[in-house]
């Protein structure tokens, strides 16, 4: 896969497979190609050489910015249809990391922001750099993180989440801690080595034994949804796309100002 390509997919010798998001100029905010990338390295697990343990980071300053404003901009613009085929496929691409196979281990440096927060709760083990920074931000501009709640509420608890999902405030590494929404806070400089420690570890566990007790851990959370709970939060996500404070959220964010539903200063 080229250097260019949104998502980089490599295998070791020992199964781990890493899977590296690649939009560094924008910060990995995720777009159309980048949610098909993702899908695409889920593709024929768990059988993919072997495979035992996905390891998950994100190229450049950021870890994964949410999704690319400029991008869902022109997604609104498109038909009723397309809408929800962006939102369905985003949601899969969430809901197969949740459900995969094998044990998800991902490190968290810079900015984990929207979309990238319902990522990382889908992971099963969540390493972050001191220097992370969070936010549940998608209210700011009209949007929701409908698709993403349940993986959330998994991870941060309900009463976590609605604090976070409605205040859109940013939050550091050590409050990510201690609402549960990673494991482990390290110096950034020990970040690749830890987050290796936790996958060398893994290893050492037999496979099939891993991948039942994930199965039987899901089967009673928030994330184990039925196909019409999955159909109706994506039906919201491609509304709210659609819906007067989309456009007017995503219009402030183009133009640099405040909302017209934020206070005057």
Sequence with gaps: MSEEAPVLTSVDDRGVVTVTLNRPAVNNAY??????????????????????????????????????LKWISSVRADDEAANLEVSRRTAE??????????????????????????IVAACDVVVAADDAMFSIAEVRWGLHAGIIIPQLNDAMSVRQVRRYALTGERFDAAEAKRVGLVHEVVERA??????????DA???????????????????????????????????????????????GLASFVEKRSAAWAPKA
């Design 190 to 199: 020990r970040l690749e080595a830890r987050a290796r420690e936790i996958v």
């Design 202 to 248: 893994i290893l050492q566990n037999a496979p099939g034994a891993l991948s039942r007790t994930k199965a039987h851990v899901l089967e009673h959370a928030w994330g184990g949804l039925s196909d019409s709970v999955k159909a109706r939060l994506v039906a919201s996500h491609a509304g709210a796309r659609l819906g007067e404070e989309a456009g007017e």
């Design 31 to 68: 777009n159309g190609a980048m949610i098909d990338g993702i899908l695409a390295a889920l593709d024929g697990f768990p059988d993919i050489a072997g495979a035992r343990v996905l390891l998950l980071q994100g190229n450049g300053r950021h870890f994964q910015a949410g999704a690319d």
């Design 93 to 118: 691409a969430v809901d197969r990391l949740n459900h995969l196979p094998v044990p998800v281990v991902a490190m968290v440096h810079g900015g984990c922001f929207g979309g990238g927060t319902g």
